[in-house]
Nanobody, 125 residues
C-alpha cells in the first residue's frame, strides 16, 4: 500500500510559478515511477510529468516541456513539480501518481496504481 499526499497548489497570476509537493509513504522500490497528472473541468485526466526513484530520466507532456520540472528527494521520499511561466490553460486539479513502470504512466492509455487526493492550481489572467 502506498499513500500520496499533495500540497502546494493555489492561485497564481499568468507567468507566475508554483511548486507542488507529493509526500510518499508505504512500500516503494527504486524502479518505481512517480508522476503528476492533471484534470481540468470538463476534460479527461492527462499525463504531465514522470520520474523514477532511481536514475536521471524525466518525462514530460509536450504542453509543459520547458516550463515544468519534476524532481525527487529520495531521503524525504517526496516528489516535486516546479511549474513556471504558468498559463490559464494550466488551471486544473493536479494529482500525484505512482506505478511500477514508467512506461505505463506515460502511455496514452496510462496505468496508475495509486493516486493522491489532488491539489487545485488556478492561473488567473
Amino acid at each position: 500500500q502506498v499513500q500520496l499526499v499533495e500540497s502546494g497548489g493555489g492561485l497564481v497570476q499568468v507567468g507566475g510559478s508554483l511548486r507542488l509537493s507529493c509526500a510518499v509513504s508505504g512500500r516503494i522500490f527504486s524502479s518505481y515511477a512517480m508522476g503528476w497528472f492533471r484534470q481540468a473541468p470538463g476534460k479527461e485526466r492527462e499525463f504531465v510529468a514522470a520520474i523514477r526513484w532511481s536514475g536521471s530520466n524525466t518525462y514530460y507532456a509536450d504542453s509543459v516541456k520547458g516550463r515544468y520540472t519534476i524532481s525527487r528527494d529520495n531521503a524525504e521520499i517526496t516528489v516535486y513539480l516546479q511549474m513556471n511561466s504558468l498559463k490559464p490553460e494550466d488551471t486544473a486539479v493536479y494529482y500525484c501518481a505512482e506505478n511500477g513502470r514508467v512506461q505505463n504512466m506515460i502511455s496514452p492509455i496510462y496505468e496508475v496504481d495509486y493516486w493522491g487526493q489532488g491539489t487545485q492550481v488556478t492561473v488567473s489572467s
